[in-house]
């Protein structure tokens, strides 16, 4: 697909990414309306026991109320720029829309552009998401600047007769320890190209690894370079590898959304080591003082200051006579109450003075900075260019979100698979967003601005049989390392010996792919959730977990699959404390595990499969394991799906447990 104009572009991309952001605000209507206001705080979409307070005026005189909660915010999805509505109960949807401008780890503060609804100011109120508008704001202002960047908009549209001469310029070799060929060509290839290369890395081809391999390079040869992808898991996994060559990086972006492993990289927790923000945190500490003491005195807000000026309190303050049916008394302490706000006004501004300029000396001196697209949008990196931009699974972020991090680059890399996650788009209307960056890329680029790596360094040949035929017209080749690797294999694997023969026989180690028909599970939903469970299902995999752990695999070796998020909710609390890693397919995107078990969840006699059907989430699930893949699930609800048929009739089958 390409365009014509720079103003087509705008006016595509412009309206579909509208219409996402409608059809979000309907989701998050739809979900208030079916789940619990705990609920959905459990989500991270709302914040529960809040207390509002005026906050005076902020910027283009916008009322800013600040809602408080006394023992801290609970972790929550809500960012500065985010649309949301605040109620007493339930909230209708009808409510008053505010932007979130201020967040702490106690208070998130709201500006309204009209005068806030009373019911703010009150106690125990309840606020809710109802838009993540700031991805969308950061995603129409990166269509809307392409203008200045003349080269890119022509390659955005289409127009790539100027990357001819880079084709056909003399290449130089280049030699990475561990890689093999192709990986190597890729590395060389982006860094001969000027403008754009495209790294194509079907499952465990290593394009993660080939791109940690080129930002090291890259950064050895003095460059900056802007490292982003889709989603959190997705930047923690390449940040992994970054910090394991040794490279400088930072993390920008909720600690809380991080790895824990890795969060001392984040901005967050280096500023804490920062001269600069140290003092800024004493002048925090004093405001927090301040604020005590003032206290003690009249606010000059609303209803007491009675249209009268700072300036006009203190004068009358001094005068110690009444006006105007306000006693002296009370403006002298309305006048003491506005000296201690100024006092707080600037340590206040001082501290943010501070903490930026510790911000802008970390990010200025570190190398390489990692954040999600979203993130690197921010104004932390506001004044930053640039020499190159990284976003791994591109293939997993709409074009406009591409476009967030690859703005601030002089030359864009990008990695991914477009037979993995599509990216997440809600509204039926813009289902073009669907269509990645990387993959209209692909389609008219230049073959040699992409390299495609094609031998995986991860699953055993049979457990890469299925994707390699059904996505990847059987390109993809197993590594000789790890085409006959086995579970017996790793140090200490002595397969459990059980009563059961069908427990025995998914334990033998040179079985690298099973299905286990789970004939008798039963399907079911919550009347308030989209998302199904199955216990029967649910008991299965605990007894598999069981057998393998008896077989002294490591937890950390096992990884537990499912699409539906109601009985991942069920396995993690069933499996609390077998440290054994359980996810959705989306969280396991990237990942991998020596054994993987899926619990497929749908059984019905209607061979109704839903969401099963997404083949490329099929693709991503069935392409994490190393070693062992066991997939849980209902033969006769499966069989009304040809690829699920074709599927197991290709893999042994155990039928009882
Ligand atoms: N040249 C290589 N030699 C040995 N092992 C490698 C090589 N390249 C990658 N690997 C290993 O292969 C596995 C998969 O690599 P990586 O995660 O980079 O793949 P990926 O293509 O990003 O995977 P996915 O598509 O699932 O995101 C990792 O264990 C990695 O260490």
């Given at each position: 697909m390409r365009f014509n104009s720079l103003k087509q572009y705008q006016d595509y991309f412009s309206s579909l990414i509208q219409k996402e952001r409608a059809a979000e605000m309907d989701f998050h209507l739809n979900e208030i309306m079916v789940l619990s206001g705990k609920q959905r705080e459990q989500k991270g979409r709302a914040i529960l026991l809040l207390n509002g307070n005026d906050s005076g005026t902020g910027i283009g005189g916008s009322s800013l109320v600040k809602f408080v909660r006394g023992e801290g915010l609970p972790d929550n999805q809500i960012s500065i720029g985010d649309i949301v509505i605040v109620s007493k109960e339930k909230p209708t949807g009808k409510e008053e829309q505010g932007t979130v401008v201020e967040k702490t780890a106690r208070s998130i503060t709201v500006a309204y552009s009209q005068s806030p609804p009373f019911i703010v100011f009150g106690r125990n109120l309840r606020l809710d998401l109802f838009s993540n508008d700031i991805t969308f704001q950061r995603m129409l202002e990166a269509v809307h600047k392409l203008e200045f960047l003349p080269n890119h908009h022509e390659l955005l549209l289409g127009k790539v007769d100027f990357l001819q001469?880079?084709?056909?310029?003399?290449?130089?070799?280049?030699?990475?320890?561990?890689?093999?060929?192709?990986?190597?060509?890729?590395?060389?290839?982006?860094?001969?190209?000027?403008?754009?290369f495209l790294i194509h890395g079907p499952p465990g081809t290593g394009k993660t690894t080939t791109l940690s391999h080129l930002i090291q390079l890259l950064s050895e040869q003095g460059n900056k370079i802007l490292v982003s992808a889709a989603s959190n898991t997705a930047v923690d996994n390449i940040l992994e590898k970054l910090t394991k060559l040794g490279l400088p990086c930072i993390r920008i972006g909720n600690p809380a959304r991080m790895d824990s492993s890795l969060s001392f990289l984040s901005l967050d927790v280096q500023l804490q080591d920062h001269p600069d923000y140290q003092q800024a945190n004493g002048l925090w500490n004093k405001i927090q003082i301040q604020k005590?003491?003032?206290?003690?005195?009249?606010?000059?807000?609303?209803?007491?200051?009675?249209?009268?000026?700072d300036e006009k309190i203190i004068q009358l303050a001094s005068s110690k006579k009444n006006y105007r049916g306000i006693p002296s008394p009370k403006l002298r302490k309305m006048a003491q109450w506005i000296k201690v706000q100024r006092a707080i006004n600037k340590n206040f501004e001082e501290a943010n003075?501070?903490?930026?300029?510790?911000?802008?000396?970390?990010?200025?001196?570190?190398?390489?900075?990692?954040?999600?697209?979203?993130?690197?949008?921010?104004?932390?990196?506001?004044?930053?260019?640039?020499?190159?931009?990284c976003v791994d699974e591109a293939t997993q972020a709409t074009e406009p979100e591409c476009l967030i991090p690859l703005l601030k680059g002089k030359k864009w890399v990008l990695a991914g698979d477009h037979h993995q996650l599509p990216p997440t788009v809600v509204s039926k209307d813009a289902e073009a967003l669907k269509l990645s960056l990387f993959e209209r890329l692909k389609t008219f680029l230049p073959e040699e601005k992409s390299s495609l790596l094609s031998i995986q360094y991860r699953m055993h040949k049979n457990i890469m049989k299925f994707s390699n035929e059904t996505f990847y017209g059987n390109q993809l080749k197993a590594h000789p390392s790890v085409a006959g690797h086995t579970l017996a294999d790793l140090p200490g694997y002595e397969p459990f010996i059980s009563l059961e023969q069908g427990l025995n026989q998914l334990l033998k180690p040179e079985i690298a792919v099973l299905f286990y028909n789970c004939a008798n599970g039963v399907e079911a939903k919550l009347p308030d959730s989209y998302s199904y469970y199955n216990k029967v299902e649910l008991e299965k995999v605990q007894q598999i977990t069981d057998a393998l752990l008896a077989s002294r695999l490591f937890p950390e070796d096992i990884g537990i699959i499912s699409p539906y998020e109601q009985q991942i909710i069920r396995l993690k609390s069933m499996l609390a404390g077998y440290q054994v890693e359980i996810k959705t397919i989306d969280g396991f995107q990237g990942k991998e595990k020596e054994v993987i078990i899926i619990s497929l969840v749908r059984s019905n006699q209607e061979g109704n499969i839903g969401f099963l059907r997404d083949y490329r989430r099929l693709n991503v699930a069935l392409t994490r394991a190393k070693r062992k893949l066991i997939i849980v699930g209902n033969l006769t609800t499966l069989q009304a799906d040809p690829l699920y048929t074709w599927l197991i009739e290709n893999i042994s089958l155990v039928d009882s447990i």
């Open positions: 001469d880079e084709v056909n310029a003399k290449k130089t070799e280049i030699s990475v320890a561990n890689l093999n060929q192709s990986q190597e060509a890729a590395i060389r290839k982006a860094i001969e190209s000027k403008e754009v005590k003491e003032q206290q003690e005195f009249v606010p000059a807000s609303g209803q007491n200051r009675r249209g009268l000026s003075k501070l903490q930026m300029k510790a911000v802008e000396d970390i990010l200025s001196q570190t190398p390489i900075i990692c954040a999600t697209n979203s993130t690197a949008g921010s104004g932390l990196l506001k004044d930053f260019l640039f020499d190159v931009v």
